[in-house]
């Protein structure tokens, strides 16, 4: 199982960090740039998982993340006007899905 991490860039970019929790040194980051994405989209943890993770990185107590809650997905809800963006994964792969509200789709199609 992988841990992540987020970092927001600005307007609709960030970067995914997965960390193996058996061997912190087996990383890999993911940087996504949306064009005309919601800037201030704030990521929702979906399908909890139990307990929390602990990032002590740096020497300064103030850049930790500690009690941070895991879960098995992230949606950004709403990253376009009815249209969420979730990330998951899926054994050592990395997918994601753009799913639309029932509105969104009754607009495209009706």
């Known amino acids: 199982m992988l841990s992540s991490r987020i970092s927001y860039l600005n307007g609709g970019e960030f970067v995914i ?3 193996n929790p058996a061997d912190p040194a087996l990383r890999e980051s993911v940087h996504v740039a949306l064009v005309g994405a919601e800037p201030n989209v704030e990521p929702e943890g979906i399908d909890p998982l139990p307990g929390v993770t602990h ?8 850049a930790w993340l500690t009690n941070v809650k895991r879960s098995r997905k992230v949606r950004y809800r709403y990253l376009y006007p009815g249209i969420d963006l979730i990330f998951y994964g899926n054994g050592p792969q990395l997918e994601f899905d753009f799913e639309a509200s029932q509105e969104r789709m009754c607009l495209a199609s009706c």
């Open 55 to 62: 990032y002590y990185i740096g020497s300064d107590p103030k």
């Open 17 to 19: 960090e997965f960390v």
